[in-house]
């Protein structure tokens, strides 16, 4: 099997009747919410919170009642990709630029899984770009601000196009180094006017679940 499909479809097994659930973004969740479509076709009561439009529209696309963003006060579990995790959990996220709508979603659950391949583990983040959403508004000075807390950033494009997020922001992508105290960067990043938030996820992860490269997954708690 794929391992994305083996570890999107393993993150389904924490998914309980009745429960509130969240649903990541990108090509590790699709997996996920493909097997969570299954499991309602099948029965399984469930409601679900969208971290981006695409997935929203998947949802949709697979008959998974949904919550208004408006009426969320807590989610049971969300499951979610990442770009890159290290060895204590922390993450960096945005490659598909839903980083902001997942960090909202993120900070309400009550039990964080993270699905991605064993490529992504090290030790310390940085091989990634950490994505930085920002403003539209200044974007020229927060580059400069970014950059000066010392990374090679990055304006994202799409298709020859600046890429705009799902909340009209833009992403840069920040280079960074070995990033030894991600919860201090991501603090440093969100203290500067123009970003709207960070694709450093510090101490949100409950478990990941990873695979072996044989056919087997491996969970991280
Ligand atoms: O913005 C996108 C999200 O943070 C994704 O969860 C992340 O980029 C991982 O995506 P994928 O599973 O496609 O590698």
Redesign the pocket.
């Known amino acids: 099997m794929n391992p994305?499909q083996l570890v999107g479809e393993k993150a389904t097994t924490y998914i309980k009747d009745g429960m509130i659930v969240g649903l990541?973004?990108?090509?590790?969740?699709y997996f996920a919410i493909m097997k969570i479509g299954e499991l309602v076709k099948n029965g399984l009561s469930i409601k679900g919170v969208p971290t981006?439009k695409a997935t929203e529209e998947l949802a949709i696309s697979l008959n998974i009642p949904l919550l208004a963003i408006e009426d969320v006060v807590k989610i049971d579990v969300t499951i979610?990709?990442?770009?890159e995790f290290d060895a204590n959990k922390n993450l960096t996220?945005?490659?598909?630029?839903?980083?902001l709508r997942?960090k909202i979603i993120a900070s309400v659950t009550d039990f964080y899984v993270i699905i991605?391949d064993a490529a992504k583990g090290s030790q310390f983040l940085g091989s990634f770009a950490v994505?930085v959403e920002v403003t539209a508004f200044g974007k020229e000075i927060t580059i400069a601000q970014l950059k000066a807390l010392g990374c090679i950033p990055k304006l994202r494009y799409k298709e020859g196009e600046l890429l705009l997020t799902d909340n009209q922001n833009y992403i840069v992508d920040c280079k960074f180094e070995k990033i030894e105290n991600p919860a201090q960067l991501s603090a440093q990043m969100n203290a500067l006017p123009g970003v709207v938030e960070n694709?450093l996820f510090a101490g949100m992860a409950n478990v990941i679940i990873s695979e072996d490269g044989k056919g087997s997954t491996i969970t991280i708690d």
């Not at 990541?24 to 969740?29: D, K, P, Q």
């Not at 979610?80 to 770009?83: E, I, L």
């Not at 996220?93 to 980083?99: D, F, I, N, T, V």
Request: charge should be negative; aromatic fraction near 0%.
């Open positions: 994305k990541g973004t990108g090509s590790t969740a981006s979610d990709g990442a770009d996220k945005g490659g598909g630029a839903a980083l997942e991605a994505p694709g």
